[in-house]
């Protein structure tokens, strides 16, 4: 109740129930080792302490041992193809998609004013200072989905993707043009994006890029933050997460979208950071505003003009559908 009283009036009209949230959890091979076991344990009992049953996508030789778990686990495949899946069955259930990683035990926001200097020093007396919530990930989802269909633009929303978001605290809450982190987002009803089936790694680079590119902007909350571990666990994308297969994906990721746009990161080896240009951002934007104009145009177009007959067309009203 705390983190909702963060949101604006707009946004509180906006708050969706648990409800509406598709949960995925995306997974392979940890139903049988000793931290996996744990891992799998917390995620669980976080979403259902708060009334929701997530779905497993797990991998086909793994599936039973998590279902004897007594997870609603299904056969997802390999990593982008189980995103995907998460994707189709939210959108037949008319659902916002929630994917989530196995490991994460700990879902956080800090609630404070922005720094009023530059630099790390105060940043970090901002970030110190602010309040400090430990929220549930069903709370942190339905809150991303809230400041989402506030803007009625973007379709995905995540966290900030690092481990403490101090540094956060000398830019504004929200980024528009920033990536999207794959441990833990939100994607909107109606979204028409996917994941490229080509990439085994670095796949939300690219599913944010395409966000970006189709609306224009994207939303990260930049004071929510994961307790994430899947860099040193076993199983899961770890099993294929080697510097021939980093370098692979990072090649196909810069050839879609450009050495400008995707660029080496300076001090982690095997790491990008995404850059996608405001100018990018804002001719995206042009275009989606233009093609509502010209949608709006058509409507009233074909409103006003008569059939062959001669006859007026009959103008059949709808109402505005209830969030």
């Not at 279902?67 to 995907?84: C, D, M, P, S």
């Not at 929200?174 to 990536?179: A, L, Q, T, V």
């Not at 982690?268 to 949608?295: G, Y």
Request: proline share 4%; glycine share 8%; hydrophobic share 35%.
């Amino acid at each position: 109740k705390e983190l909702f009283q963060v949101l604006t009036p707009k946004e509180k009209q906006c708050l969706p129930p648990a409800s509406d949230l598709w949960v995925g959890i995306i997974s392979a091979r940890r139903a049988t080792k000793p931290q996996g076991l744990k891992d799998l344990i917390i995620v669980q009992a976080a979403f259902r302490a708060s009334g929701v049953e997530p779905v497993w996508y797990v991998d086909e030789p793994s599936l039973d041992a998590y279902k004897k778990l007594g997870l609603n686990a299904k056969v997802g495949g390999k990593l982008t193809h189980a995103r995907n899946m998460a994707l189709k069955d939210a959108a037949k259930a008319g659902k916002a998609c929630v994917q989530v990683s196995d490991d994460i035990s700990r879902w956080e926001y800090r609630h404070g004013p922005r720094a009023t200097e530059k630099g790390d020093e105060a940043a970090n007396r901002a970030h110190d200072a602010a309040e400090r919530y430990v929220i549930s990930p069903v709370g942190a989802a339905r809150f991303a989905l809230a400041k989402l269909r506030a803007k009625n633009g973007p379709k995905l929303a995540g966290v900030y993707p690092l481990g403490s978001c101090s540094r956060a605290f000398g830019h504004a809450e929200e980024g528009r043009n920033h990536f999207i982190l794959g441990d833990f987002f939100v994607v909107d009803v109606k979204s028409t994006v996917d994941f490229d089936s080509k990439l085994t790694l670095k796949e939300d680079y690219d599913f944010t890029c395409s966000h970006l590119q189709k609306y224009g902007e994207v939303l990260r909350c930049n004071r929510m933050i994961l307790d994430v571990a899947h860099y040193s666990n076993a199983g899961g994308a770890v099993s294929i997460r080697n510097a021939a297969e980093e370098q692979k994906n990072i090649a196909t990721l810069v050839k879609k979208w450009g050495i400008s746009t995707i660029r080496k990161h300076p001090t982690r080896e095997n790491e990008v950071m995404l850059h996608w240009p405001l100018k990018k951002q804002k001719a995206a934007t042009a275009a989606k505003i233009s093609a509502k104009k010209d949608s709006k145009a058509g409507s009233k177009s074909g409103h006003s003009s008569s059939s062959s007959g001669g006859s007026p067309r009959k103008v059949i009203k709808t109402g505005k559908l209830k969030k």
